[in-house]
């Protein structure tokens, strides 16, 4: 599909822009007020998007000769996988800016281009059909996100930033070594190409292991996940937004785009250990939010079990499991998002967010708990929620893949209701922390606006799941489809050594009777 114009490039690179246009402004409402309007800008430029069609297949393809003797191409596309994230990110940066309208009250507009140059950054990592352009944006995010937590952070933002930065630059190297290996042994870095390819075992091996680490810290998995706690704690709310809406994303959208298709083979050796790893999440993450009284570290442990349930249903290799995890990526993002969006809300009023000090705002604050309870229950997934859709898809499954690996899943979700019941119980009927709450305002106009959108898209896509999975039907099934031929194409390859073990990558005119074999084995 195309459009009257290059879409996903005005979508990536319309932000900056925008921060362009905010060097010149002095005052910081203008700034405020000109960032709101290029967010709003930027979704009207994706309207196109609207029309993308339910296929197999990348649409709105951009391409440009970029570096050609390096074998470079500015390459762009979206899926039904990626076209999910891309609205996420576009979603995302108008909510930030008005969660951080009064939150920000210094070197605001330093902070502006941070949320604009973010959002470049992550549409881009979604768009990019080139590895060398999609670790340009991936390593794009570190700088803004980096300043966002150590300049607007908390007391002990120096360390989080800090432990942020290293923990995801460790990561980023090692996807950088694997990009140059499969540059190297595949003769290119178009994505789509490189989805064709047969790898030998030996070179899938390494270069998922590479994958792994990356898109581990970046979910986070335990026992990668320490940096989050400590940069979701001390970022300011809008850090925190963008940090559990889409930052977390681009680990899980990492396996889905380049473990399965380019590593097949390994992705199955590996999934045994990556269930088992999934499953650690989900039970230490549940099982550590219980224990939280600070509520943004509750709900910052709770990202580690959800996500938890999103890379559990990518290594299950099933439609039932994909399909949910892609759901449970967006639901996780919208939920998450606005549960950061209300702590920074009511942090703004009494300046704590320790449950002790935050407890029976149901009398004084009744629209503020209205929305909590709503997205604590969609959080733990309520029926009738969108939390529900994702994580139900996954448990199911679970079990149709082992019964006992579904009953190991459960406890999950039963920690999952135990601390987001426990937050929302003392949040609204507990004994008032202070008289002071009396005279606490409940939410203003603009509260109002940026918790609306979210609590839409929850009960539409909790009611209403339908569209949304047809959506991305094709393109799970299609990823499905070419990670099995080829998986077991490897296998059938090693098993009857025909192939040189010193090759990492088999050529493809040489496999014709070889892939026929293997597709009748699938078949």
């Known amino acids: 599909m195309t459009s009257c114009y290059p879409v996903l490039t005005a979508l990536t690179f319309w932000p900056v822009v925008a921060a362009l246009a905010l060097a010149p402004v002095k005052s910081e409402i203008n700034v405020r007020r ?4 290029a967010s709003l800008i930027e979704a009207a430029l994706a309207a196109p998007l609207i029309g993308f ?13 970029w570096a050609p003797d390096w074998g470079l191409t500015y390459a762009m596309g979206a899926d039904g996988i990626s076209i999910l994230m891309i609205w996420l990110s576009i979603l995302t940066l108008p909510l930030c800016v008005l969660c951080s309208w009064t939150y920000i009250g210094r070197r605001v507009k330093e902070f502006h281009v941070c949320l604009l140059l973010m959002t470049t950054a992550c549409v881009g990592v979604f768009s990019a059909l080139d590895l060398v352009l999609f670790y340009v944006f991936w390593e794009a995010l570190l700088i803004p996100m980096y300043l966002m937590i150590a300049i607007w952070g908390g007391d002990q933002k120096r360390y989080a930033s ?15 070594v694997a990009i140059v290996a499969l540059r190297l042994n595949a003769g290119t870095f178009f994505i789509p190409d490189l989805m064709k390819k047969n790898f030998s075992f030996n070179f899938q091996y390494w270069v998922f292991l590479a994958f792994f680490l990356a898109f581990a810290i970046k979910v986070p998995m335990f026992p990668f996940h320490t940096w989050l706690p400590a940069a979701h704690v001390q970022a300011p709310s809008a850090g925190s937004v963008i940090l559990a809406a889409v930052l977390l994303k681009m680990g899980t959208y990492g396996f889905l785009r380049f473990s399965l298709p380019l590593a097949p083979a390994a992705s199955v050796h590996f999934a045994p250990l990556m269930i088992a790893i999934s499953i650690a999440s989900i039970l230490y993450g549940g099982a550590v939010a219980l224990g939280q009284s600070d509520v943004k570290k509750l709900v910052a442990y709770s990202s580690v079990a959800h996500m938890g349930f999103v890379t559990l249903g990518i290594f299950l290799f099933s439609a039932d499991g994909v399909n949910g995890a892609i759901f449970q990526m967006l639901s996780h993002g919208i939920i998450t998002g606005a549960l950061f969006m209300l702590i920074g809300a009511v942090y703004e009023r009494s ?9 029976g705002l149901g009398k004084y604050l ?20 969108n939390g529900f859709v994702g994580e139900f898809l996954i448990l199911a499954a679970a079990f149709k893949k082992n019964v006992y690996l579904g009953l190991l899943v459960v406890p999950g979700a039963l920690l999952a209701a135990a601390y987001m019941l426990k937050a929302v119980l003392r949040m609204a009927w507990g004994r008032p922390a202070s008289p002071e709450g009396r005279g606490w305002r409940d939410l203003k106009k603009k509260e109002w606006a940026y918790l609306a959108v979210p609590a839409a898209l929850v009960l539409y896509l909790g009611l209403a799941p339908g569209g949304l999975l047809k959506l991305i039907a094709p393109s799970v099934e299609e990823t499905l489809r070419n990670f099995e031929t080829r998986s077991r194409l490897v296998g059938f390859i090693k098993s009857a050594d025909l192939v040189d073990g010193r090759r990492s990558v088999i050529v493809e005119e040489d496999l014709a009777p070889v892939e026929a074999a293997a597709a009748g084995e699938v078949r």
Request: zero cysteines.
């Open 34 to 37: 000109l960032t709101l309007a």
């Open 53 to 65: 069609e339910s296929r197999e297949g990348f649409q709105f393809l951009e391409s440009l000769p």
């Open 351 to 359: 300046h704590s967010r320790e449950l002790s000090q935050n407890s």
């Open 366 to 385: 009744p629209a503020f708990m209205f929305f909590w309870g709503l997205f604590g229950l969609a959080s733990f997934g309520f029926p009738g929620t």
């Open 162 to 176: 800090i432990k942020f930065f290293l923990y995801t630059l460790f990561g980023s190297t090692l996807l950088l």
